[in-house]
């Protein structure tokens, strides 16, 4: 059995909408394993579509780790207690337009390219592209200008979703 994950998810982000009434459930499933859930989406309503994001500490998640949580998986919904019926599941890594979810993502992926789009407008704009530069103080900070301005100080629960993006001078 794996050591307990801490992992400070934005529920919101990790969840969003239909996933939050499912996002205990499978965390704690998924904690069980090597792998960390990244992103949980829920749809339809007579099959349910599950699509989880996960990936191992190292951050990789290949095809053959897939089945692996795949199966542990399908092993927990398929078992008589619970109560999912009727559904399609779907195991990915995030890849290269990964979504960040917990403050753990804000600081390992600084100094990335990111996009966000946020519930509520800042400044007239609800879509902002620029260099994820960390967590601080319970804050994402963002450079929006390319170093010319101040930085962008953004509440993790006024964004809507945020994605790194890929660009090879910044993989990393």
Known sequence: MEEKKNINYFEHLVAPGKASDFFSIFESVINKTPYSL???????????????????????????????????LIDFIEDPKSSIENYILEVSSPGIDRPLTSKEDF?????????MKLKKPINSLKKYEGTLKGFFNEKIEIDISGGHEENLLIEPETIKSINVVWSPETSQ
């Not at 829920?42 to 199966?71: F, H, N, P, R, W």
């Not at 600081?107 to 996009?115: D, L």
């Open 38 to 72: 990244v992103r949980l989406k829920i749809s339809g309503s007579d099959e349910l579509q599950i699509q989880i994001m996960a990936e191992k500490k190292d951050k990789s998640m290949v095809i053959e780790d897939c089945k692996k949580l795949s199966t542990m």
């Open 107 to 115: 600081s390992y992926w600084a100094g990335s390219n990111i996009m």
